[in-house]
């Protein structure tokens, strides 16, 4: 008796929970055409968001301070007057600002008006920030080189210290050969 009340409930819980989970999934809302949104986080603190719409372009990012330098270079090959020490860029076109550009720490925002720019102006900066999404999304462990001198050093140095770690479990694994 003691059995049947024990399997009857246990079918009776078993009911219940396919009952409550057999309900199927909220349809996406679809996307309005006029404004595109794009987000994406990694894993290690980093986040990027672009919203294009027919008025303006925006891109923030937050990212981990490691890609602050690599992010700077990107910026600085798109603005040619930007300066890293400056934390705001401001373009002008007669007399209104078409872009602003906000760089604060490991903080980002670029806003692009569209009524104002030239479409050479949009593709460029659309261009920037999907190059800047992809940089700051990419793995931490992922490397990205601009080829100067300060690039080339670094690849040098790793490639030391790879050579001498190598020279360390070769010489490891001779004395353990010995020792056996």
Same mark, same amino acid.
């Given at each position: ?47 990027? *968001?672009? *919203? ?13 301070? *490691? ?12 603005f040619k007057q930007w300066n890293a020490a400056d934390e705001d860029y401001v373009e002008e076109k007669n007399g209104k600002v078409f872009l602003?550009? *906000?760089?604060?720490?490991n903080k980002l925002k670029i806003v692009l008006h569209k009524k104002l720019a030239s479409y050479r102006d949009i593709s460029k900066v659309k ?54």
């Open positions: 008796m003691k059995t049947i009340k024990i399997k009857a409930t246990i079918i009776a819980m078993i009911l219940v929970v396919n009952a409550f989970g057999q309900t199927p999934p909220p349809t996406p809302k679809t996307p309005n055409s006029n404004n595109k949104h794009t987000e994406v986080t990694s894993s290690i603190s980093n986040h990027t *968001s672009i *919203s294009n719409s027919n008025k303006t372009y925006r891109f923030t990012a937050k990212f981990e301070r *490691s890609k602050k330098r690599g992010v700077e270079e990107r910026i600085a090959k798109v602003e550009c *906000s760089f604060y720490g261009k920037l920030g999907e190059e800047l999404r992809s940089y700051i999304s990419a793995h931490k462990y992922q490397y990205s080189y601009s080829y100067d001198s300060s690039s080339i050093r670094e690849a040098k140095r790793r490639v030391a210290a790879a050579k001498r770690e190598l020279q360390r479990a070769t010489e490891r694994l001779e004395e353990l050969e010995k020792r056996n």
